[in-house]
């Protein structure tokens, strides 16, 4: 049997008030202690993410020259870098073969990395040796496979070699616009379809295995699971693996420069290198930053687009 409980006296009722009141004050108090761990954080992102991104967008509306930029007056002039670069024919060649390059690298780099990634659901043997050569592409740098790939469309590399082995004329790889532009979405392909690989592989590791089982229990062949069970639980992964597929394809630069320097005669101009050109050669780093911007919101209406697309 519990033993009675004292009755509440006043003395007892102050000592509540005051212990509640104590409470609620050091509740009160804000506590610094959690947002010093991100302090570090938060300077490197406006130190060197958010800065440069800000001091770029000003650069674009104003008359950023050599002699203005030494000279550290760079007047502002509106609209007038944007008008510039919306005017100029070369910008919209660059642009064409921007979501070119972009769409027919994103479409091979995720369909081979979904196929390669239904391929190793299965066991085999030397299965993680051939997983580890699958990732070469991916950690190689892009300076070492741009000039591998400029080799071997080389007018006596290889590629041209085994067209000759069986008959064909060999092709000005890089020497033809018509030719050029699809040797350099090969080299993307190939750098870029490890990096959908890997993330499709974990995110089909993730699915229970027991859905398959009990879909294989009611006759749904393969390609039924596949289309029914791996394409729709498979969905948040794909728009990550698309929305970072379409960022880093609008961006590319260095392996493009590389194999053609954006010609011949701008057939593989993108805009990355466009704006390289203008601000480095042409040595204008307002109109450059206009078309810097300019691919940012590339990006943002092409992921948005993604977006609507798979919401249907």
Known sequence: MSAPTKPPTEKNAKVAVAELSATKRRKARFDYSPYLFILPFLIFCLALLLYPVIY???????????????????????????????????????????VLFAFFSILFQFTIGFLLALFFQADFPLKNFCLALLLIPWVSPVLTAANIF????????????????????????????????????????????????????????????????????????FWKRVAYITLPMLKPVSVAVLTLGTIYTVKVFDLVFIMTGGGPANGTQLLSTYAYQVGFSVLNFGEAAAIATLMVVLVLLLNLMQLLLQRK
Do not use: C
């Open 150 to 221: 400029k080799g071997l469309f080389n007018e006596i590399g290889p590629v041209n070699q085994i067209f000759n082995s069986i008959g064909l004329h060999p092709l000005p790889w890089l020497a033809d616009p018509a030719y050029a532009f699809p040797a350099t979405i090969v080299a993307n392909i190939w750098i870029g379809f490890p990096f959908n690989f890997i993330l499709l592989y974990a995110g089909m590791r993730s699915i229970p295995i027991e859905v398959y089982e009990a879909a294989r229990i009611d006759g749904a062949r």
């Open 56 to 98: 770029s967008l000003t650069l674009s509306f104003r008359d950023a020259t050599v002699e203005t930029f030494v000279s550290g007056e760079m007047p502002f002039n509106g609209l007038t870098q944007y008008q510039a670069a919306l005017g100029d024919p070369v910008f919209w060649r660059a642009l064409i073969n921007t």
